[in-house]
């Protein structure tokens, strides 16, 4: 059974930064695609953003140049570098995975920033 377990959220003042980290297990494949979304209180879950196994990316207009993902092949971790937050960043982040042509979620991870 593959688990991804999110890490790293956390409270931050406006402008700060926070690293996020997916582990992945119980998988004898490495994650074709990785990604992450987050879902702010009352709306719906949303795309952050992606990457392939080869490291191409894609992200959400509002966070670009501001997140940055990643991932360690070696590892099977996916990372989302957050800088700049803004208060509109608030929301719960969750990591996706999909190994062996299906899709994993993890339970996700609460960033909540400040103004």
């Known amino acids: 059974q593959v688990q991804l377990v999110e890490s790293g959220g956390g409270l931050v003042q406006a402008g700060g930064s926070l690293r996020l980290s997916c582990a992945a297990s119980g998988s004898i494949f490495r994650a074709n695609a990785m990604g992450w979304y987050r879902q702010a209180p009352g709306k719906q879950r949303d795309l952050v953003a992606t990457?392939?196994?080869?490291?191409?990316?894609k992200y959400t207009d509002s966070v670009k140049g501001r997140f940055t993902i990643s991932r360690d092949n070696a590892k099977n971790t996916g990372y989302l570098q957050m800088n700049s937050l803004k208060p509109e960043d608030t929301a719960v982040y969750y990591c996706?995975?999909?190994?062996?042509?299906?899709?994993?979620w993890g339970k996700g991870t609460l960033v909540t920033v400040s103004s």
């Open positions: 990457i392939t196994i080869g490291g191409s990316k």
């Open positions: 996706t995975g999909t190994f062996g042509g299906m899709d994993y």
